[in-house]
């Protein structure tokens, strides 16, 4: 892995600056020497969203990125092609589920909940046909760094938009399971992680494997009562 800290330094200047095309260059520079490097690729979108606030959106570009994207079989090369499409459009939900999808599976899990995350705050998520699974992914990466809490909650956003979507709903028992799994793993007695009875019962049935659907659905509730009481 690169040392992009010079590339990253430069560019937070020259963004400080209101310089944004050499901070969104020296950004593209760190992403490509370092792909998986979150605040390149966080800031890289905040200088475009700057620039563009400030001098007026691109115009109408048309598709013809997309067959550059379509050859490409190199991941390294296939996240700067990406990349290119969302300097064009950086709220934009499908190609920002692009280069996460991409970072996801070259293992860069930090850079591609920065990617994840910025396109959550930025892109329309109540209009974006994509958003659910905007958010699904976002959980999953939040569970591959270890946020198992963050996961719960940003899956129950992509719960409300998507009541009826049967991945989220089996995302949300994984996630629960896992967990449970985790706690278990690092405790002196699983006992000292159940609060009561009906908990304990629930806990033996996953050891056993006899899990059922309802069961789990208990156990996401539970969870999600954990929540609510430590927000």
Known sequence: MADVSKFIAKADEALKKRNYDYAIQMYQSAMEADPGNADARRNYRL??????????YPKSWG??????IAVSKHPEKLLVETEKL????????????????????????????????????????????????????????YGETGKADEATKILARAARLAPNDKQIKVLQKELAAKTYNANV?????????????????LLEKMRSGQLTEDDADMLIAEEEKKLQENS
């Open 185 to 201: 793993a690092g405790a002196k007695s699983s006992y000292d992680l159940v609060r009561n009875r009906d908990e304990a019962n």
């Open 86 to 141: 969302v300097e064009k459009d950086p709220k934009s939900i499908k190609y920002n589920l692009r280069v996460a999808e991409t970072l996801a599976a070259l293992n860069h899990h930090d850079a591609a909940c920065a990617v994840l995350e910025f396109a959550a705050k930025a892109g329309d998520l109540k209009s974006d046909k994509q958003a659910p699974a905007l958010l699904m992914l976002l959980a999953k990466e």
């Open 63 to 68: 598709m013809g990125g997309l067959k550059t």
């Open 47 to 56: 200088a475009l969203i700057r620039k563009y606030d400030a001098q007026g």
